[in-house]
Every structure is written in C-alpha cells, then in structure tokens.
C-alpha cells in the first residue's frame, strides 16, 4: 500500500497523458488526510495549475463562501480533481485524460476512506455517480455506495458564470453539512 507522500511523487512524475507536457504544476488534492468529506471537482483550472494547489483564486472564494455557509471549515475536508493537471483552455477533460488520472483518484479515496463524497459539477458527478447524471436536476439528491454517501452541486466556476445558482448551492451545502452531522452522530 501507498503512503499520501508516495502517491504525492507519483502525481508530481506522472507522464500518463499528454497534459503532463502542457501544465505548469500536477495539483493533488488538499486538506485533512483524516477528513470524512471529500469533494471532487473536474480538473485544475489556470490559477491552480499556477499554485499547484486546489480551488484557489476566484473559484476557491466561492467555494469558501459555500463551506461557510455550510459550517464547514477548509481545514476539516479534503479538496481534489479528477485530473491533476489543466486542460488547456479549461476545457473539459478527455476520456483518455480521466482514465489516467483516475487510478489517482481511487487512491486517494482509498487512504482517505470519506464518509461523504459531493461532487463538485457535472463531469465529476457523471464520472463518479452516473454517466447520466443532470446536475440541473439532480444537484442536492444523495445515493450511498459501499458505505460512502455521494451527491453533486455546482462547480464554483459555473456559479461565478451563473450566479442565480449560488443560493441553490448554498442550500446543497447547507445539506452536506447536515449529513456529516447525522453521519458523526449515527457513529456515536
């Protein structure tokens, strides 16, 4: 079995898709190794692949603001993508792209062990929940799986496009918030 420290060196070498020769700095995820809620957007996006960290720049504000409202502090979850690296120009991942990258992914979930998994917009949630799945839809419903519970809102990016889906969002994350409450007291 692989430590965080070891799958961090793979991620930081990996040369599985052409992105390796387009991105500045491979992103893995962030945040608290013990956490029991793990959110899982698309890809880094420029400001990210800048930093070499998740959700920074105007996205990771929003994002703030949702975990505020939630009562979730950054430090208490971990944060990741699907991909590791841009997708020039911010286009969605390739297929080709997410299977590289998804054994990553697996791993992470695997140290991690989350009580709760949100996916963060419509490639995450149709990777990860259902190839189908409608996020204008289907946001905010939750699905459980080999113990973990799963449910998608809006990625931070299209509610800075979007904004008239920031209070919807709020109210997923308000609900996420909830579920981790009735997660931690049904442990008691």
């Known amino acids: 079995m692989y430590t965080w420290e070891e799958l961090e060196q793979f991620v930081n070498n990996c040369r599985a898709c052409p992105l390796c020769h387009t ?32 959700f920074v720049g105007p ?4 994002l703030d603001e949702l975990l505020a409202a939630a009562g979730i502090r950054r430090e208490e979850i971990y944060i990741t993508n699907i991909l590791k ?3 020039p120009g911010n286009r969605d991942p390739l297929d080709r792209e ?9 791993y ?7 009580q709760a998994i949100v996916c963060l917009g419509r490639v995450a949630a ?56 009735h997660l931690e007291r049904a442990k008691k």
Not at 27 to 32: E, P, Q, S, Y
Not at 59 to 62: A, C
Not at 157 to 180: C, N
């Open 23 to 54: 991105r500045k700095h491979p992103v893995m995820g962030r945040g608290d190794h013990k956490g029991k809620l793990m959110l899982v957007a698309e890809a880094p996006g420029s400001q990210e692949d800048l930093a070499g960290i998740p």
């Open 59 to 62: 996205s990771g504000k929003v």
């Open 85 to 87: 690296c841009h997708p």
């Open 98 to 106: 997410k299977e590289a990258c998804i054994p990553y992914l697996k």
């Open 108 to 114: 992470e979930t695997y140290l991690l062990k989350p």
């Open 126 to 181: 149709q990777r990860l929940i259902n190839p189908d799945y409608r996020i204008t839809r289907q946001h905010g419903t939750w699905i459980e799986r080999k113990g973990c519970f799963l449910t998608a809102t809006y990625h931070p990016s299209a509610l800075l496009r979007d904004p008239s889906r920031l209070e919807e969002a709020k109210r997923d994350f308000q609900a996420i918030g909830e579920k981790l409450r």
